[in-house]
């Protein structure tokens, strides 16, 4: 079983994760979703859950580019993507973009909805 921990408030995470499970339902991969209220389950708060995509897979956890490796690798169309970010070079181009980017980015968007929530 694979199990993700995503932040379902963010649109664009939200989008995604469904999609991903679309899929994986097809392919038969039993994925289970959990959102920033599962997080304590993972050890986690909520603000850290928000901040990084993270999967969980045979007991073992990934956080980062390398979850989404694992869980794209198990998905059609998705698994060429996989592949190609697990090469040697654009495996850390990938890992570095997502770090500094792609992750403070949308939490980033996510404080601010927050932020708008509770004003």
Known sequence: MTKI???ETCPICAREVRAYSRL????????TVD???????????RDEAARVFRLEEG????EGMDA????WAKLPYWRHL???TGLPVVRQITDVLYRTVAAPLLYGLHRRRQRKASA
Request: charged share 20%; aromatic share 10%.
């Open 24 to 31: 994986a339902d097809k392919a038969g991969v039993t994925l």
């Open 59 to 62: 007991g073992v956890r990934y």
């Open 35 to 45: 959102g920033l209220d599962d997080a304590g389950a993972w050890g986690v708060s």
């Open 5 to 7: 921990l995503h932040n």
């Open 82 to 84: 996989a592949t190609i």
């Open 68 to 71: 989404f490796r694992v869980l």
